[in-house]
């Protein structure tokens, strides 16, 4: 006894000959509903939906928090030449970053990761700006800012702060302006 | 449309990790509404989509004969 295919509620009892002789199997084929799709595309858009929002509430979250960094001190820095640079480690060990004095004589100090991919700026001298190595990025060397190249926002910014003629890290501020904005 | 959708909620959602890493905040918000105004034309869709050779009765949605 075969039962004719009527609509997507019957579709597994589908018997006919045509689809007997069909080379696919009827149940694998008739394992997915149109309702049941649906069903899960709409999942789907609720996940991504979440996604979005968990993304946005742990940014605004990330925002909110302040941590205050211990102060260090900058070993040499003193003794730094004008137009020249100083690599060091702040808030932690792994924190690479690179302290400038301009030619004019101040100091400046910025995280050494390209806000691009990562990859450590470096300072040169002769064209007095951060460059980076990696995809020919550069940064104004007095105020972290893009000059050039892919990186989307100036380096971020490590306060220092003259003590007893001695130069130490006090903080650090992520950048997040936009270039150009 | 499901699947287009779904599709444009996908962008929204790198264009959100993207904002959020790049500490883009002002642009969150407007991102997270648009991916839940997408929510809820997918749930009005699958509610009250019903093929047009439906047809509305008292006791919900018939197949016209052929």
């Not at chain 1, 925002?63 to 003193?78: N, T």
């Not at chain 2, 648009?34 to 919900?60: D, E, M, Y």
């Amino acid at each position: 006894m075969t039962k004719k295919l009527s609509d997507e509620t019957d579709v597994r009892a589908a018997t006919e000959p045509f689809q007997a002789e069909f080379p696919y199997e009827r149940d694998e084929e008739a394992q997915v509903t149109r309702r049941e799709f649906c069903n899960f595309l709409g999942l789907t858009s609720a996940a991504l939906f979440a996604g979005a929002a968990g993304f946005a509430a742990k940014a605004a979250l990330d925002e909110r928090e302040s941590v205050s960094l211990p102060a260090a001190r900058i070993d040499g820095a003193e003794s730094l030449a004008p137009n020249s640079s100083l690599n060091f480690s702040y808030p932690t060990e792994r924190d690479s970053a690179i302290l400038i004095r301009t030619a004019d004589g101040a100091y400046h100090a910025y995280g050494q990761k390209c806000t691009h991919l990562s990859c450590p700026v470096y300072y040169a001298h002769d064209h007095q700006r951060l460059e980076c190595p990696c995809h020919e990025g550069a940064f104004n060397a007095a105020t972290g800012d893009v000059l050039y190249g892919p990186p989307p926002r100036p380096l971020d910014a490590i306060e220092i702060e003259m003590r007893d003629g001695q130069i130490w890290a006090i903080g650090r501020t992520p950048s997040s302006s936009e270039v150009g904005g | 449309m499901l699947v287009m959708i779904n599709i444009a909620q996908l962008w929204i959602l790198a264009a959100t990790v993207d904002a959020a890493l790049g500490r883009h905040y002002p642009v969150l918000v407007p991102l997270v509404v648009a991916s839940g105004v997408c929510f809820i034309i997918t749930l009005s869709i699958i509610k009250w989509w019903r093929p047009t050779s439906r047809r509305k009765t008292s006791t919900g949605y018939v197949r016209d004969p052929r």
